[in-house]
């Protein structure tokens, strides 16, 4: 079956999703409203930062097999399915998810539909919101009965997109008749004869899936964070006691490090939009739960100012703070609830003097913290500064030799938000290190 494949939403999970579309063989077609965003991208120019993704666009972009749009009506005509895959962000001033993009996108394209297809959710939605989308459909759009919605929750890692997307760990379909599956089956055909799992479920199961993994996550990295807080306040390390909790395979090492918490544009919302459904389904002691997760991890931005605050004498006013780091996570250029932007923009607000350096990061941070002052590496940030502050871990920080930095600090101290440096090669180099939830 040569299936047509429209992917709506060209930012960071659309560009994706049809890239790897075009890859697994399928003619593609991306649609967004930014008629801006929609040329650079017919240009193979991607408007983020992600390793590899430019050049799989630019290759298909260059083959015929992916092209960009900004209608709706040429979607509708084009796709034998229909993949949305827009934002959900936080709504202003509340918890809950805004749901405004995705809401636009079905009924932009809803009129346009005039045969059988499969519409397909991708993006990660409050539990219930399937069901509405359907109904609008089955209201909407001219096709009727013969239009039917699906749900195919993404899970995304940024800095390693395309390895998730050609190579998953698994495929989860939410589907409401054989039909539908049979031809998401026939979409992902190459993942499941590579051996990828495939879960198929009803629609809440399929929407609950993503939100639930990643309040797991969040979990587990807010419990080893709640354990560093108990080290720091009995001598003990966190990262041995990670170490030991790792080797039981009921628990795992991943998620398990310590450090200054998780931002970005996925589990601080996800969790938050989970909680605020979780109150209106009438289950609160599953917000109140992921409530708590939250505000520990927003914790740890409070306490590494305060260890700065600390290492400075107790007054960190006009003293020089080098920062390494402002994305969010390494191999990523989104700074979305970055927890390193926003500690340098705390130290700053409290009278200090940061000076900060990001490999990849640099224009996105400047356009959401435009009065921090930037650099261009992490010798010029470490310029005559009182004290220094890793919090993203790139492996450019993790390479970076402590005696290279002789003669350019002021003061050679260290606060490691990130518990991922050599500290015993900092210390043999004569440097004050100190992290959060170590001795």
Known sequence: ???????????????????????????????????????????????????????????????????????????????DVHFLCVGTPQRPGELGADLGQLRFAVESLAPHLRRQCVVVGKSTVPVGTAERLAAMLATT?????????????????????????????????????????????ELYVRQLRAGVPLVVTDLPTAELVKVAANAFLATKISFINMMADLCEATGGDVTALADALGRDDRIGER???????????????????????ADELGVPHAATLLREVDRINLGRRTRMVQLAVEACGGN???????????????????VRDSPALNVAAQ??????HVRVYDPVARSTAESQYPTLEYVSSAVEAAADADLLLHLTEWQEFLDLDPCDLDGVVARKYILDGRNALDAERWRVAGWNYRALGRP
């Not at 040569?2 to 939403?9: D, N, P, Q």
């Not at 960190?316 to 250029?333: E, H, Y």
């Not at 130290?347 to 200090?352: D, E, F, W, Y």
């Open 316 to 334: 960190i006013l006009g003293k020089r703070v080098g920062v390494l780091g402002t994305a969010f996570k390494p191999r990523s250029d989104d």
């Open 347 to 352: 130290l700053q607000l409290i009278g200090a």
């Open 1 to 79: 079956m040569a299936l047509r494949v429209s992917v709506i939403g060209s930012g960071y999970l659309g560009t994706t999703h049809a890239a790897g579309m075009a890859e697994a063989g399928w003619e593609v077609l991306g649609v967004d409203i930014d008629e801006a965003k929609v040329a650079a991208l017919a240009r193979g120019e991607l408007p983020f930062y992600e390793p590899g993704l430019g050049d799989l666009v630019r290759k298909h972009v260059a083959g015929g097999r992916l092209r960009f749009t900004t209608s709706f009506e040429e979607c509708g005509s084009f796709g």
């Open 255 to 277: 998620f398990l490090h310590a450090g200054l918490g998780f931002g970005g544009g996925c589990l601080p919302k996800d969790i938050r939009a989970l909680a605020a459904r």
């Open 141 to 185: 759009a001219p096709a009727d009965g013969d239009v039917e919605l699906a749900w195919n929750p993404e899970f995304l890692r940024e800095g390693h997109a395309v390895e998730d997307t050609l190579r998953p760990d698994r495929i989860v379909i939410g589907v409401q008749s054989e039909i539908a599956e049979k031809v998401l089956r």
